[in-house]
């Protein structure tokens, strides 16, 4: 079982609509949490970081239940640019990312 | 941008080969982490370096080493090439301030193909 799991995907949506994606974790010992986003052939590039309140920036909110060891990512009012991978990411020592789910938005 | 040039960008070689990938960070960064990004999935942790020490490693063979220099650039060695080390290396650089989460930001990679 890998260490983060990530909603497989790929998300194909119109311009406009709230997509979410779920993330869960395995190691209870993980202290902190991010969301990144992957253009096509590009680096990874820092989106957001999950803070136990939750946080927002914008369209996007993440949120993390340590309860559960559940983390999402929710967009609002997609933009074609939004169109990338994005990945989730549980840290403790070092980082451990999730497969990444694909998002489309469409015109 | 993130200041973090990795060389060179597209590399292919043959099985049983060895290979050399070279980074170098941010500048006022200090530590520089490994990944191995194969085709369809997240990136995996190979290790990180620190002051010129290993502080830190993924589940990777012995194969895979490193070394870090006093100017805090990497470099990441793999021997004895297999066909499924083929994929996308990318370092990141951060800055250890003692904290417990430094952010890392990552270069544009090293695609790696073995034949």
């Known amino acids: 079982r890998k260490e983060v799991e990530q909603d497989p995907g790929p998300f194909n949506v119109p311009e406009g609509a709230t997509v979410a994606f779920n993330c869960t974790y395995s190691?209870?010992?993980?202290?902190?949490f991010f969301w990144y986003r992957q253009d096509c052939r590009k680096e990874p590039k820092l989106l957001m970081s999950?803070?136990?309140s939750g946080n927002e920036d914008g369209r996007f909110t993440a949120q993390l239940n340590r309860a559960s060891q559940y983390i999402s990512l929710l967009i609002r009012d997609s933009k074609l640019s939004d169109s990338a991978t994005y990945l989730c990411?549980?840290?403790?020592?070092?980082?451990?990312f999730g497969a990444g789910t694909r998002l489309t938005v469409k015109p | 941008e993130t200041g973090v040039t990795q060389s060179p960008t597209h590399l292919i070689k043959t099985r049983g080969q060895q290979v050399t990938l070279r980074c170098s960070s941010q500048?006022?960064?200090?530590?520089v982490s490994w990944y191995q990004q194969a085709l369809g999935q997240g990136p995996q942790f190979i290790f990180q370096?620190?002051?010129?020490?290993?502080?830190g490693r993924g589940n990777f063979p012995p194969r895979f080493s490193g070394l870090q220099f006093p100017n805090y650039s990497s470099e990441l060695n793999v021997n004895a090439l297999e066909l499924d080390d083929s994929a996308l290396y990318l370092c990141?650089?951060?800055?250890?301030?003692?904290?417990?989460?430094?952010?890392?930001?990552f270069g544009p990679g090293t695609r790696l193909t073995v034949l």
């Open positions: 190691n209870s010992a993980s202290q902190s």
């Open positions: 370096y620190y002051r010129e020490e290993e502080n």
């Open positions: 500048s006022g960064h200090n530590t």
């Open positions: 999950v803070y136990s």
């Open positions: 990141a650089s951060s800055s250890n301030s003692g904290g417990p989460y430094n952010e890392q930001f």
């Open positions: 990411v549980a840290h403790n020592n070092d980082m451990r």
